[in-house]
């Protein structure tokens, strides 16, 4: 595999081609954030809370670090008043979906976001997708998918897969930046049977546990 040389934030990196412009600056210590990214997963670029700012001979431009790949002579800016207003702004609008999440209270923190700029909407998701990519692409059950579109877009649990599958597995419970996952299984469990070996509703109940 050949290398690529490039420059992130004044530093001179070689990368692997096919690397993104998030990997690369791993690797030389160089942390650009994400909320959606997981290095198990396939790029996905949801968030955008990544974006970066790159030169490509000589012009600027804002792209998403997740899912831009590494290119011979790019020059990158992890944090510059553009990348910073972009991020401020995501920031900003995640917050009125999901105000308690600890992850966005650090960025907000980080970038100066105002969390009551944008009027509040607590669907408590951020739309980053790890729950139903990694349901698909790790664990091939696909119990739990995106519904509805645009503002109303929300997760929700399958019941007649989630209450075969989930029991024993919740492995993307902690992928969630927010409290969105936990929310939607407990709303779908009132839909799933319960596993044989739970043994009655399967509530926390003392009269229904074995």
């Not at 974006?51 to 790949?69: D, F, H, N, Q």
């Not at 993307?172 to 739970?198: I, N, R």
Request: aromatic residues 6%; negative net charge; glycine residues 8%.
């Amino acid at each position: 595999m050949s290398e690529i040389h490039l420059q992130i934030d004044g530093k001179d990196v070689v990368a692997s081609e096919g690397m993104t412009l998030v990997d690369a600056a791993k690797s030389v210590g160089i942390t650009i954030p994400t909320l959606c990214h997981h290095e198990k997963l396939e790029p996905y670029g949801g968030c955008r809370i990544c974006t970066v700012e790159v030169e490509v001979r000589g012009w600027p431009k804002l792209v998403a670090g997740c899912i831009y790949p590494v290119e011979k002579d790019l020059v990158v800016r992890t944090r510059s008043e553009k990348v910073d207003k972009v991020r401020k702004v995501l920031v900003e609008e995640m917050l009125a979906h999901a105000p308690d999440s600890e992850q966005l209270k650090v960025l907000a923190e980080e970038y100066g976001a105002d969390k009551d700029r944008f009027d509040k909407h607590p669907s408590f998701c951020i739309h980053c997708g790890l729950c139903v990519r990694y349901c698909a692409e790790i664990k091939k059950k696909h119990a739990v998918g995106f519904v509805d579109r645009g503002s109303n877009r929300e997760i929700s649990f399958f019941p007649e897969i989630a209450g075969k599958e989930c029991w024993d597995c919740k492995e993307c419970f902690p992928l969630c930046p927010t409290s969105a996952l936990q929310a939607a299984y407990v709303l779908a469990e009132s839909l799933m049977s319960p596993p044989e070996e739970a043994g009655g509703c399967g509530c926390s109940c003392s009269g229904h546990k074995k």
